[in-house]
């Protein structure tokens, strides 16, 4: 069974390979709460992190081994479970540098200037129960039950200093992070995740996905920049679309996932007189018409059972990692005129920073209060 180590140059959860499973958390601080409340929470947030990713209960006496008069430590339901590759990833969003009390936590001018609320984009049509977020946890892993262990004794871990804002489960991996995976499927049944950038290739992530240490600010050094988009798909809608208007949509055939010009999965879409129609997702989305621009795509899909019409409440919970959130704001605004446009909406939105990994024995953020 596999187990990530918590503690790192990176956050783990970004070129780790993509689990089957995902729990996705946003909080917001609690009123009055201050510094050393914000410095607490995430101490604790890494000491139950490094825990329980290695597969053991968030503290030492766990579920069943402290006081019988006490609440349990941990909430117990990950008893007996291995790690199944749990990830946490924890990011501050815009709203935590600024706050009505004027800079409550002393970090204002520590804030990315790039950290800011994405613009809104067309076709839009967010809801606030399912955006933003001062604070925010994504947790992976191969079983759905650890990952909800996590979130679950996480959140509790924060009573009094932050609160649960909303939350995702997700399933089914939507992208590969690592060559060694085959590519999986999103919920319109196309591969997902072919044209990725891959955790082996490391000048990509440089470039594209890491904050470098000549960014500003320095504390970002080895961090990211997280955007989730939650995204509701038509399927039923789509599912009465002929299978060749499916392809043409995408820009590649749903059996294969080979480019519509031609060749195999893994063969360089060609544009110009080529099969692949100019407003087709894989030719908005691709980097040549954008001025190279990639991202590190890791979404999950999600069902969240059905509406009063009988429709699955489905979509696509898109997850995807920037140096700089431009790269994310560019690739949207392209999209205006992308052929799925009809058949998804984009429903909630949020940013963070995501800082670098913790030096073993230290917690996430640490650089942000030096
Ligand atoms: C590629 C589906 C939303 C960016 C693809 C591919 C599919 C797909 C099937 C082709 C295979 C691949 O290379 O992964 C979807 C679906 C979406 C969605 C179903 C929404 C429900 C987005 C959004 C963005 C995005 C919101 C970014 C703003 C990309 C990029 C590529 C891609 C960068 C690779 C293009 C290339 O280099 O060839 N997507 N996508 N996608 N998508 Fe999406």
Redesign the pocket.
Same mark, same amino acid.
């Given at each position: 069974q596999t187990a990530y180590d918590f503690f790192g140059s990176h956050q783990a959860g970004i070129t780790t390979p993509v689990q089957e499973h995902l729990h996705f958390a946003s909080f917001d601080m609690m009123p009055r709460t201050d510094r050393d409340d914000l410095i607490s929470l995430l101490q604790d947030w890494s000491y139950a992190a490094s825990r329980i990713t290695q597969g053991l209960e968030v503290s030492a006496t766990g579920a069943v081994g402290g006081d019988a008069e006490e609440p349990p430590d941990d909430t117990g339901e990950a008893q007996g479970l291995p790690a199944a590759g749990l990830t946490i990833t924890i990011g501050f969003g815009p709203s935590l540098f600024e706050n009505e009390d004027g800079d409550r936590y002393g970090i204002a001018d520590r804030r990315p200037a790039s950290l800011q609320r994405l613009p809104a984009f067309v076709g839009d049509d967010l809801d606030p129960a399912h955006s933003h977020g001062d604070l925010c946890i994504q947790a992976c892993a191969d079983d759905p039950q650890v990952a909800v262990h996590a979130i679950r004794n996480l959140s509790r871990i924060a009573f009094g200093r932050a609160r649960l804002r909303w939350s995702q489960l997700g399933f089914g991996k939507?992208?590969r992070t690592t060559s060694g995976q085959a590519?999986p499927r999103?919920?319109?049944g196309?591969?997902?995740?072919?044209?990725?950038i891959l955790a082996d290739d490391a000048k990509a992530l440089e470039q594209n996905v890491w904050v470098a240490a000549s960014d500003d600010p320095g504390w970002m050094a080895g961090g990211s920049y997280l955007?989730a988009?939650k995204?509701? /798909?038509l399927i039923e809608t789509w599912d009465r679309v002929r299978l060749s208007e499916q392809d043409t949509i995408?820009?590649?055939e749903k059996g294969s996932?080979a480019?519509l010009s031609g060749g195999g999965e893994f063969t360089a879409?060609k544009f110009s007189g080529s099969a692949i129609d100019a407003n087709s997702?894989?030719?908005l989305?691709?980097?040549d018409q954008?001025d190279g621009?990639?991202?590190l795509?890791r979404?999950f899909n999600y069902v969240d059972g059905n509406n009063e019409l009988g429709r699955l409440a489905a979509?696509?919970f898109?997850l995807?990692y920037q140096r700089d959130p431009q790269q994310?704001i560019t690739?949207?605004k392209?999209?205006s005129t992308?052929l /799925?446009s009809e058949?998804?909406r984009?429903i909630g939105s949020g940013i963070w920073a995501i800082p670098p990994g913790a030096k073993s024995g230290s917690y996430v953020g640490a650089g942000l209060f030096a």
């Open positions: 939507t992208s590519t999103n919920l319109f196309f591969k997902d995740g072919t044209a990725n955007v988009r995204i509701a /798909m995408i820009g590649r996932g480019p879409p997702h894989v030719r989305a691709h980097p954008n621009i990639r991202i795509r979404g979509g696509l898109f995807s994310f690739l949207q392209r999209l992308d /799925m058949y998804i984009h």
